[in-house]
């Protein structure tokens, strides 16, 4: 078998690869180039090729970054609830936005920003964590394997994400399906977590939806902060536990 063919039938459909990837299968750059010249491949950034005329995964291109460019760079918040099975009503017709997030100051290339994955690429560099988190480890049906974040970390990284200054809604939405998380685990990303608004966020929803990994959390060594927040700007009314402003709708806090 030559060696396009051998490298044609390991190839994942919609898949990108990257000249360290053919390095690893015996060919050197100058022949990567000729498959690309003789029609075979499709070159989408420097040293990057995919098959002839194929629509790309973006979990792909996610790979990618990971695991052959080498990017610390992981799948986040809501995007990453999703591919853990907790989805919510999408409107028709919109592009899928992918949320991914560095802890470590990584940046995104240009040339992979111009690539059409058929979705939107929204990357950040955070600093909601200065010390290293637990990623998981996601298989598509593929075989494709990217980083993650846990259940755990992805609902505080959404809530980062969120615009809560009119509702509560669509965290107390994702938070209503996430039964069973990792109390250990949210006790050290709870420790770790450089947002106050975030944690006491958190905490007040995981308290009212009443969770048992909530009731095993340890809050004093939780860092939550001194003074008020304003989250809530409108019909909003002040929670004395956790001294941010809430939905007026929610009631007193009865717990």
């Not at 690869?17 to 180039?33: D, V």
């Not at 690539?115 to 998981?136: A, G, Y």
């Not at 109390?183 to 420790?191: A, I, N, P, R, V």
């Not at 009443?210 to 095993?216: E, Q, T």
Request: net charge positive.
């Amino acid at each position: 078998m030559s060696k396009i063919n051998q490298i044609l039938t390991e190839w994942v459909p919609g898949d990108t690869h990257s000249l360290s990837w053919f390095k690893e299968r015996g060919i050197p750059q100058n022949l990567a180039y000729q498959y690309f010249k003789n029609g075979t491949l499709e070159k989408r950034g420097p040293g990057i090729y995919s098959r002839k005329n194929e629509k790309l995964n973006w979990l792909g291109g996610v790979r990618l970054l990971q695991n052959e460019l080498g990017k610390k760079i992981h799948i986040s918040g809501r995007t990453a609830l999703e591919l853990h099975g907790h989805s919510h009503y999408m409107p028709l017709g919109k592009k899928k936005i992918v949320s991914l997030t560095s802890y470590h100051k990584e940046n995104l290339p240009k040339w992979f920003s111009n690539i059409d994955f058929s979705c939107e690429f929204k990357f950040k560099n955070s600093v909601l964590f200065t010390k290293d988190v637990e990623l998981f480890n996601y298989s598509d049906e593929s075989g494709t394997t990217v980083q993650i974040s846990s259940r755990e970390l992805a609902i505080l990284e959404f809530i980062n994400e969120l615009d809560l200054r009119y509702s509560f809604e669509t965290a107390e939405n994702y938070m209503n399906g996430l039964l069973g998380l990792r109390s250990d685990l949210l006790q050290d990303l709870l420790e770790k977590c450089s947002s106050v608004k975030v944690k006491r966020v958190f905490l007040y929803l995981a308290e009212k939806l009443n969770y048992d990994y909530f009731k095993k959390l340890d809050l004093s060594k939780i860092d939550l902060g001194k003074g008020k927040r304003q989250v809530i700007l409108q019909n909003s009314q002040y929670d004395k536990k956790y001294q941010i402003t809430v939905p007026k709708e929610y009631g007193e806090n009865p717990f």
